[in-house]
């Protein structure tokens, strides 16, 4: 139920195509809850816990428009938006 994130970009050919994805908000969060599983395999937890850090970095620093607010990440649980939140202000980000 994330928005989706539509971008024109340059392709192999040189025509412009659209490009859609999910909001890199969502991306990060998504990895974020991943690497939080129990059942997940521990090599990869550190993978995806890094992959969800640096996607929500590149956000903040690329793409102000797209803030990390309460109201914009309303689809995913309360509880994993807080500690998503807790990792980044160790992390030292301004969001």
Known sequence: ???KFSQIVIGDDGYPAR??????RAFAL?????????D????KKGR???Q??????LVIEYLP??????????????TI???FYEVLDKEDFSF
């Open 52 to 57: 969800a850090i640096s996607a929500a970095q």
């Open 19 to 24: 490009m859609v994805a999910p909001d890199p």
């Open 1 to 3: 139920s994330a928005p």
């Open 81 to 83: 938006v807080n500690k």
């Open 40 to 43: 997940r395999d521990p090599l």
């Open 65 to 78: 428009q797209y803030r990390f607010g309460k109201n914009q990440l309303k689809m995913f649980p309360q």
């Open 30 to 38: 998504h990895k974020f809850w991943v690497s939080q599983q129990p």
């Open 48 to 50: 995806d816990k890094n």
